[in-house]
Nanobody, 129 residues
Framework: QVQLVESGGGLVQAGGSLRLSCAAS????????MGWFRQAPGKEREFVAT???????DYASSVKGRFTISRDNANKAAYLQMNSLKPEDTAVYYC???????????????????????WGQGTQVTVSS
């Protein structure tokens, strides 16, 4: 079992930066792929970024070049550095995880929220224009 707790959300002006953190419990954090999704009001939850157990990353095209996902296995944490924020980045951001034993974390399924087994409670990010 993995429990995830996000922090670092808030209100920022367009062009600003925020760093989201995700603190994880569990003894085998290093064997989980981590991800960030977001959900704006009235919209479906959408993929933002993911990092697997060996550090390989993928990003949504809308955030590529602006956001950076990283992980610290020693401290059981994942991060999302968000730069050059835009009003359209406003959403609740969720940290998520899936075990390395999952057969679903492959190909385009890494962009699907149904692939991930564990979710945090979310943190609000609001970008003002």
């Amino acid at each position: 079992q993995v429990q995830l707790v996000e922090s670092g959300g808030g209100l920022v002006q367009a062009g600003g930066s925020l760093r989201l953190s995700c603190a994880a419990s569990g003894r085998t954090f290093s064997s989980y792929a981590m991800g960030w999704f977001r959900q704006a009001p009235g919209k479906e939850r959408e993929f933002v970024a993911t990092i697997n157990w060996n550090g390989s990353t993928d990003y949504a095209s809308s955030v590529k070049g602006r956001f950076t996902i990283s992980r610290d296995n020693a401290n059981k944490a994942a991060y999302l550095q968000m730069n050059s924020l835009k009003p359209e980045d406003t959403a609740v951001y969720y940290c998520t995880a899936v075990s390395a034993t999952s057969h679903e974390y492959i190909g385009t399924m890494i962009f699907d929220p149904r692939t991930y087994d564990y979710w945090g409670q979310g943190t609000q990010v609001t970008v003002s224009s």
